[in-house]
């Protein structure tokens, strides 16, 4: 059983940029969390896709998107980086959205500078 | 809004010793769930136990064990014969039992713990 992976791990951009980071979901699982890690910091929820759609989301601006595919693996765009966007961003995945644990992957490193 | 306090930011225990890290936490729900998340420096989150906030007895595995007060709004994990490998970021996590809500089933994380073995 493969788990979940991430993609890119570490990622360098500059400010104004937009970035794609990338999910895989483990095998079984419908449902994909995004968060962010700021340094120090526990998680933050950004938004869940469950089926392709969003299915919930955390107090975070538009200009952080998603898309979930067919094979359940998700992207989380972010679009006009600002330095404040720099952090550990954290998918996790589950089965349904139920009272199943989340699992989650490695993170990616994203720094803005 | 739920929100979830840990008080330690760090903690030091001796190999083989116990050690016990604190989490309050705040809602007006009556179901829902407790986590604890154990974070290495390899950065990849762990489930290390759960608790169902309707489940009266704590919930306990192997060396780990939570200490729920469901009316203090208190949920301490304990490590018994702390090893080496258990040095890591510790987190403190809340989630809804409601599935219809708009923060789908999102973890409400604390600030975390970090825990330091000494051998």
């Known amino acids: 059983e493969t788990g979940v992976t991430q993609s890119p791990t570490h990622l360098i951009k500059t400010r104004g940029q937009q970035v794609t980071l990338r999910c895989s979901s483990q095998?079984?699982?419908?449902?994909v969390s995004w968060y962010q890690q700021a340094l120090g910091q526990g998680p933050q929820f950004i938004f869940q896709?469950?089926?392709?759609?969003?299915?919930g989301r955390g107090n975070f601006p538009p200009r952080f998107s998603g898309l979930q595919f067919p094979n359940y693996s998700s992207e989380l765009n972010v679009n006009a980086l600002e330095l404040d966007d720099s952090a550990l961003y954290l998918c996790?995945?589950?089965?349904?959205?139920?009272?199943?644990?989340?699992?989650f992957g490695p993170g990616t490193r994203l720094t803005v500078l | 809004a739920q929100t979830v306090t840990q008080s330690q930011p760090e903690m030091s225990v001796q190999e083989a010793e116990t050690v016990t890290l604190s989490c309050t936490y705040d809602?007006?729900?009556?179901?829902?769930?407790l986590f604890w998340y154990k974070q290495p420096p390899s950065r990849q989150m762990i489930l290390v136990i759960r608790?169902?906030?309707?489940?009266?007895q704590n919930a306990t595995e192997n060396r780990f064990s939570v200490n729920f007060q469901k009316a203090a709004k208190s949920f301490s994990l304990k490590i018994s014969d702390s090893q080496l490998g258990d040095a890591a970021m510790y987190f403190c996590?809340?989630?809804?039992?409601?599935?219809?809500?708009?923060?789908?089933?999102?973890?409400?994380f604390g600030g975390g713990t970090r825990l330091m073995v000494k051998p």
């Open positions: 896709y469950y089926r392709e759609e969003e299915n």
């Open positions: 996590a809340y989630r809804s039992a409601l599935l219809d809500n708009n923060a789908g089933n999102m973890l409400t």
């Open positions: 095998s079984g699982h419908n449902t």
């Open positions: 608790q169902e906030a309707y489940k009266q």
């Open positions: 996790a995945s589950s089965f349904t959205r139920g009272r199943n644990e989340q699992f």
């Open positions: 809602t007006s729900e009556s179901d829902y769930y």
